[in-house]
């Protein structure tokens, strides 16, 4: 699977962005999709996940200001970030967990979309 991140840049304060990431083949069939983000200096932490059935889940630091979604029939899953908060400047990575016969849930990445919030 090759994901195809793009929608990040700099953005002041309170303002808004919105990621989008493509993968290369039906999104139907993946266990999930979603959204992690790496801080400089941190490590890579979850930001948001949507399953297969649609269910979502959210960071505590994003949650109320970032909304998830997908759309099947594009290969591409977004994510919506309202109220930009300068500690909300990181790379973020699109992911992929898929179930691959004998070897299970296997992750696949992005290559990560930088986005810069300024205070």
């Known amino acids: 699977v090759q994901l195809q991140a793009s929608g990040g840049g700099l953005v002041q304060a309170g303002g808004s962005l919105k990621l989008s990431c493509a993968a290369s083949e039906s999104i139907s069939g993946f266990n999930a999709m979603g959204w992690y983000r790496q801080r400089s200096g941190k490590q890579r932490e979850l930001v948001a996940t949507i399953r297969y059935d649609g269910s979502t889940n959210y960071a505590d630091s994003v949650k109320g200001r970032s909304t998830i979604s997908r759309d099947i029939a594009k290969n591409t899953v977004y994510l919506q970030m309202d109220s930009l908060r300068p500690e909300d400047t990181a790379v973020y990575y699109c992911?992929?967990?898929?179930?691959?016969?004998?070897?299970?849930?296997?992750?696949?990445w992005g290559q990560g979309t930088l986005v810069t919030v300024s205070s």
């Open positions: 992911n992929v967990k898929k179930w691959i016969v004998q070897v299970g849930v296997y992750d696949y």
